[in-house]
């Protein structure tokens, strides 16, 4: 059964700093991860999803990388903006369960001015 | 507004009440998901439909829940005498999934926040 796992929990940074969120899943037999934003009290934005043949993915100030080989994928952040600040999420899907999700705990992100 | 749409967006009810939320996917997906996510967690997985079929069940669905896709198209989640444990944001997102399109991106809906007195 696949467990994804991300640290940190919360993190509180100022504004302009170059950010690391990291997300880990313990079945490498994924064919794609996908990162989500998600604002309090909101649904899940889709950020950037990443094929297994693909090591990276980019979208702006956002790149998101995928190691299948170490169960591990980050998500940076460039030059951050208070607009940053909500919860990030990694998934990965389940192919023998139709592709269901399996969703990290997320990353609470506070960007201050 | 071409993305995925849910119904209501809010709800609060008694213990004991039963509930059904509305779901409306992009209209050309042909896959359907439903998640809960408690308060500082992240989404879990409670069904799936491919068009019309209802193909996995999460153990967290109890037969106290239910759902439908009828015509492929919309869903319904109802819940039958519902209890505060339900409490919980009920998210619905969508996906092609065809053969040529083998990395089943999903879309969310905005959620609809189940509070149950």
């Known amino acids: 059964k696949q467990e994804v796992t991300q640290i940190p929990a919360a993190l509180s940074v100022p504004e302009g700093e170059n950010l690391v969120l990291n997300c880990s899943f313990t079945?490498?037999?994924?064919?794609?991860l996908q990162w989500f934003r998600q604002d309090p009290g909101k649904g899940l934005t889709s950020l950037l999803l990443?094929?297994?043949?693909?090591r990276e993915q980019t979208s702006g100030r956002l790149n998101a990388s995928l190691d299948k080989s170490s169960g591990r994928s980050t998500l940076y952040i460039a030059a951050s903006q208070p607009g940053d600040s909500a919860t990030y999420l990694c998934?990965?899907?389940?192919?023998?369960?139709?592709?269901?999700?399996?969703f990290g705990g997320g990353t609470r992100l506070m960007v201050k001015p | 507004d071409t993305g995925v749409s849910q119904d209501p967006r809010h709800k609060i009810t008694k213990r004991g009440q039963n509930v059904t939320f509305r779901c409306d996917p992009i209209?050309?997906?042909?896959?359907l998901y439903w998640y809960r996510q408690t308060l500082g967690q992240g989404p879990e997985f409670l069904t799936y439909?491919?068009?019309?079929?209802?193909?996995?069940k999460s153990r967290l669905l109890s037969d106290r829940f239910s759902a439908e896709r009828p015509k492929g198209s919309f869903s319904t989640l109802e819940i039958q005498r519902t209890e505060q444990g339900d409490s919980a944001m009920y998210l619905c997102?969508?996906?092609?999934?065809?053969?040529?399109?083998?990395?089943?991106?999903?879309?969310f809906g905005p959620g609809t926040r189940l509070t149950v007195l």
């Open positions: 079945d490498s037999a994924i064919y794609n």
């Open positions: 998934a990965a899907p389940d192919p023998n369960a139709g592709n269901m999700l399996t």
């Open positions: 439909f491919q068009n019309e079929a209802q193909l996995e």
């Open positions: 209209s050309e997906h042909n896959r």
């Open positions: 990443i094929q297994s043949s693909q």
């Open positions: 997102a969508s996906s092609l999934r065809s053969s040529s399109v083998s990395y089943n991106e999903q879309f």
